[in-house]
């Protein structure tokens, strides 16, 4: 099994830039490939980043492809989300997940280990 923890969220204006973090805890960090999620109030958890598990695959939802660029660390068992270009739309408490495969699908339900999450609010 592994223990996320995510960090880096915080409030910024729109158009500038943060960095969030998921740490993992526990064992064999580099069997799993890794995702970024978000949910804004009153909305439903949506996909936003994955990697597989040597960081060779990538893939973004179409609201942040160009913006956002995720990486991994397995040296340093982590994950990041760069983010760029923020708007108040990006605005949602982010996730990090995990899930034992070669590469992560898109779908929330196919993952098993989830963070705590870290807020994001970019204002106007």
């Known amino acids: 099994q592994v223990q996320l923890i995510e960090s880096g969220g915080g409030l910024v204006q729109t158009g500038d830039s943060l960095r969030l973090s998921c740490a993992a805890s526990?064992?064999?960090?580099?069997?799993?490939?890794m995702g970024w999620f978000r949910q804004a109030p009153g909305k439903e958890r949506e996909f936003v980043a994955r990697?597989?598990?040597?960081?060779?695959?990538?893939y973004y939802a179409d609201s942040v492809k160009g913006r956002f660029t995720i990486s991994r660390d397995n040296a340093k068992n982590t994950v990041y989300l760069q983010m760029n270009s923020l708007k108040p739309e990006d605005t949602a408490v982010y996730y990090c997940?995990?899930?034992?495969?070669?590469?992560?699908?898109?779908?929330?339900?196919?993952?098993?280990?989830w963070g705590q999450g870290t807020q994001v609010t970019v204002s106007s």
């Open positions: 990697i597989s598990r040597v960081g060779i695959s990538k």
């Open positions: 526990g064992r064999t960090f580099t069997t799993y490939a």
């Open positions: 997940a995990a899930v034992d495969a070669t590469v992560a699908p898109i779908s929330q339900y196919d993952y098993d280990y």
